[in-house]
């Protein structure tokens, strides 16, 4: 960002933190009204102004509603839409709203006394902004204002207030208790966990879940996946509706029965997958929703978790801005289709720049502990270990053993470990997969990004051919991984990787070597390995910018394999 972007930021953050010291503290009458007009923008911009054409209306993300109000900075444009409201003399007002995306001003102006705003920095999800103000003697009527900032992403707005006494201008009426959700049904199990969804309610801002007419969370979008479930067991859900004039009446109770527990290390995964790695971010390959990723892909591990001040504990932001106002009630209903289609969704750890380290029993206890819950808020299906600057083999056992715990044996475990990590059944990587056999799902090693590396037979085998492929494959088959936990991790493209990039052709070949004995190199394995488990890419994104050629060439060939 520019010095002098820099500078004017600052001084907005310094006005409005100014403006707001000054705010009024009087309190709201019982007959206080919301004076704004066409306050969630259900009719699209009646009522508001937006300077330069910056302001319009979208169907989504919205607070509540079919519609909430986007507004785009561009060059010297800040995208600030206005509203003339009608108010009272020498009364006290909260001005409210909601808002998503970059950075977001919410303030009011001609109040007769002291003029008030507030801000938040860009956030991917809805969050409230709330300040008063007083009216002085002769004020009849106020300028309610919100604005993003130059040069930053585009921002969201729904749901505004300004909420005290009826200034006689009209505004929007008060809301009233919104309808019962229908629709609702079950769309997908687990062994411990039921996915639900349902319609959308009219005039509603969130829904509550209850479980056996209990109370267990409550959701703003139409989906929630209920975990921590016992196996083959039924339970009832019903759901409710909300918005600030209370809840409304419980649903049709609709039934979920989780499946039986699952064989080790994951559950219900084909014999042969394909996993790829989703990207929570833009670095130039395309923009995905979950939605989006190709049905190819069994395991989407999405990348990455972040770390947090807590020694070992972990943590996830929607990158929302960065992914075109994807909000996160849409990418928890996509993992929820996802689960419905039969895929497994997982939240990876780590990557080229990850700063989690787990090295001693309490940084254990906090990556299960906040790994399960981010398996709980999302739906998550377990996770993968892409540790790329060293594990302790011990403390990373005592915290997976700890997950699996809680999750049960529904739980998913992968691992992508570099190429040295897997040289010897000695290095950590090694010893972590080895000491979680009964629990892992599979071992996605990167075949690129490497140096020349020694094969099952002590020779040094360079990357980019099928022998590099089988040959350190072989060193995990034959040092104590199930043919099942082997699979082998290649980029989808040039661009995905500083090297190591190879065909489609050569990693199926390399595929059929070793599940075959056909299709082979120089080097041939001792024996075949049916059940090898399949493949790996990073990224998903980086498949869709080159037109998904090496899913639909590896992902089908993968899947055909016997």
Same mark, same amino acid.
């Given at each position: 960002?520019p010095?002098?972007?820099?500078?004017?930021?600052?001084?907005?953050?310094?006005?409005?933190?100014?403006?707001?010291?000054?705010?009024?503290?009087?309190?709201?009458?019982?007959?206080?009204?919301?004076?704004?007009?066409?306050?969630?923008?259900?009719?699209?911009?009646?009522?508001?102004?937006?300077?330069?054409?910056?302001?319009?209306?979208?169907?989504?993300?919205?607070?509540s509603?079919?519609?909430?109000?986007?507004?785009?900075?561009?060059?010297?444009?800040?995208?600030?839409?206005?509203?003339?409201?009608?108010?009272?003399?020498?009364?006290?007002?909260?001005?409210?709203?909601?808002?998503?995306?970059?950075?977001?001003?919410?303030?009011?102006t001609?109040?007769?006394?002291?003029?008030?705003?507030?801000?938040?920095?860009?956030?991917? &999800?809805?969050?409230?902004?709330?300040?008063?103000?007083?009216?002085?003697?002769?004020?009849?009527?106020?300028?309610?204002?919100?604005?993003?900032?130059?040069?930053?992403?585009?921002?969201?707005?729904?749901?505004?207030?300004?909420?005290?006494?009826?200034g006689?201008?009209?505004?929007?009426?008060?809301?009233?208790?919104?309808?019962?959700?229908?629709?609702?049904?079950v769309?997908?199990?687990?062994?411990?966990?039921?996915?639900?969804?349902?319609?959308?309610?009219?005039?509603?801002?969130?829904?509550?879940?209850?479980?056996?007419?209990?109370?267990?969370?409550?959701?703003?979008?139409?989906?929630?996946?209920?975990?921590?479930?016992?196996?083959?067991?039924?339970?009832?859900?019903?759901?409710?509706?909300?918005?600030?004039?209370?809840?409304?009446?419980?649903?049709?109770?609709?039934?979920?029965?989780?499946?039986?527990?699952?064989?080790?290390?994951?559950?219900?995964?084909?014999k042969?997958?394909?996993?790829?790695?989703?990207?929570?971010?833009?670095?130039?390959?395309?923009?995905?929703?979950? &939605?989006?990723?190709?049905?190819?892909?069994?395991?989407?591990?999405?990348?990455?978790?972040?770390?947090?001040?807590?020694?070992?504990?972990?943590?996830?932001?929607?990158?929302?801005?960065?992914?075109?106002?994807?909000?996160?009630?849409?990418?928890?209903?996509?993992?929820?289709?996802?689960?419905?289609?039969g895929?497994?969704?997982?939240?990876?750890?780590g990557?080229?720049?990850?700063?989690?380290?787990?090295?001693?029993?309490?940084?254990?206890t906090?990556?299960?502990?906040?790994?399960?819950?981010?398996?709980?808020?999302?739906?998550?299906?377990?996770?993968?270990?892409?540790?790329?600057?060293?594990?302790?083999?011990?403390?990373?056992?005592?915290?997976?053993?700890?997950?699996?715990?809680?999750?049960?044996?529904?739980?998913i475990?992968?691992?992508?470990?570099?190429t040295?990590?897997?040289?010897?059944?000695?290095?950590?990587?090694?010893?972590?997969?080895?000491?979680?056999?009964?629990?892992?799902?599979?071992?996605?090693?990167?075949?690129?990004?490497?140096?020349t590396?020694?094969?099952?037979?002590?020779?040094?085998?360079?990357?980019?051919?099928?022998?590099?492929?089988?040959?350190?494959?072989?060193?995990?088959?034959?040092?104590?991984?199930?043919?099942?936990?082997?699979?082998?991790?290649?980029?989808?493209?040039?661009?995905?990787?500083?090297?190591?990039?190879?065909?489609?052709?050569?990693?199926?070949?390399?595929?059929?070597?070793?599940?075959?004995?056909?299709?082979?190199?120089?080097?041939?394995? &001792?024996?075949?390995?049916?059940?090898?488990?399949?493949?790996?890419?990073?990224?998903?994104?980086?498949?869709? &910018?080159?037109?998904?050629?090496?899913?639909?060439?590896?992902?089908?060939?993968?899947?055909?394999?016997?």
């Amino acid at each position: 960002m520019p010095a002098l972007r820099n500078r004017r930021l600052w001084a907005g953050v310094a006005m409005a933190a100014l403006a707001l010291s000054f705010a009024g503290t009087g309190q709201a009458s019982a007959a206080d009204t919301n004076n704004a007009k066409n306050a969630g923008f259900e009719s699209g911009l009646t009522n508001w102004t937006c300077t330069a054409g910056s302001g319009t209306t979208v169907s989504s993300p919205v607070h509540s509603g079919s519609s909430a109000l986007k507004g785009t900075p561009a060059g010297q444009d800040n995208a600030q839409c206005t509203q003339s409201v009608a108010v009272k003399p020498n009364s006290t007002y909260t001005l409210s709203a909601w808002v998503q995306g970059g950075y977001s001003y919410l303030g009011v102006t001609g109040t007769g006394t002291t003029d008030v705003s507030t801000w938040t920095p860009d956030t991917a &999800s809805w969050k409230q902004l709330s300040t008063t103000f007083t009216t002085g003697a002769s004020t009849t009527s106020v300028s309610v204002y919100t604005h993003g900032w130059y040069g930053q992403a585009a921002y969201y707005a729904d749901d505004i207030s300004v909420f005290g006494p009826d200034g006689g201008g009209g505004g929007d009426p008060a809301p009233t208790v919104p309808a019962a959700p229908t629709g609702v049904s079950v769309s997908s199990t687990t062994s411990s966990s039921v996915s639900l969804a349902w319609s959308t309610v009219s005039g509603a801002t969130g829904y509550n879940v209850y479980r056996n007419g209990t109370k267990i969370t409550a959701v703003t979008g139409t989906s929630a996946t209920v975990t921590g479930l016992a196996a083959s067991t039924s339970y009832s859900f019903q759901v409710t509706a909300t918005n600030s004039a209370g809840e409304s009446a419980k649903s049709a109770t609709v039934t979920g029965t989780t499946t039986a527990t699952g064989g080790n290390g994951g559950g219900s995964l084909p014999k042969h997958a394909v996993t790829g790695y989703w990207q929570n971010f833009n670095n130039g390959a395309t923009v995905q929703k979950l &939605s989006a990723v190709s049905s190819q892909y069994d395991i989407i591990a999405v990348a990455f978790a972040d770390a947090t001040t807590t020694p070992g504990a972990v943590s996830f932001t929607l990158d929302s801005a960065g992914l075109g106002g994807y909000t996160v009630d849409q990418f928890k209903a996509d993992i929820a289709a996802k689960h419905a289609a039969g895929k497994k969704v997982i939240i990876s750890i780590g990557g080229q720049n990850g700063t989690i380290s787990v090295s001693d029993s309490a940084s254990a206890t906090n990556f299960a502990n906040s790994v399960y819950s981010l398996m709980q808020t999302y739906g998550f299906d377990g996770v993968d270990i892409d540790l790329e600057n060293g594990i302790n083999a011990t403390y990373m056992t005592q915290a997976l053993r700890a997950l699996s715990a809680k999750a049960g044996s529904s739980l998913i475990i992968t691992m992508a470990p570099q190429t040295i990590d897997m040289q010897s059944t000695s290095n950590a990587y090694f010893q972590t997969a080895l000491n979680i056999k009964d629990i892992l799902t599979v071992v996605n090693m990167q075949y690129y990004n490497s140096g020349t590396m020694l094969g099952c037979d002590g020779k040094v085998y360079g990357q980019g051919s099928v022998d590099f492929l089988t040959a350190l494959a072989c060193i995990q088959l034959q040092g104590g991984l199930a043919p099942s936990q082997v699979g082998l991790g290649l980029p989808a493209s040039t661009s995905a990787a500083g090297s190591g990039y190879v065909s489609p052709t050569i990693v199926n070949n390399a595929l059929d070597c070793l599940t075959a004995g056909t299709n082979c190199g120089t080097f041939k394995p &001792s024996k075949t390995y049916p059940d090898l488990r399949g493949a790996m890419t990073w990224s998903t994104n980086w498949d869709a &910018s080159a037109g998904s050629s090496w899913s639909n060439s590896v992902g089908a060939h993968v899947h055909a394999l016997p």
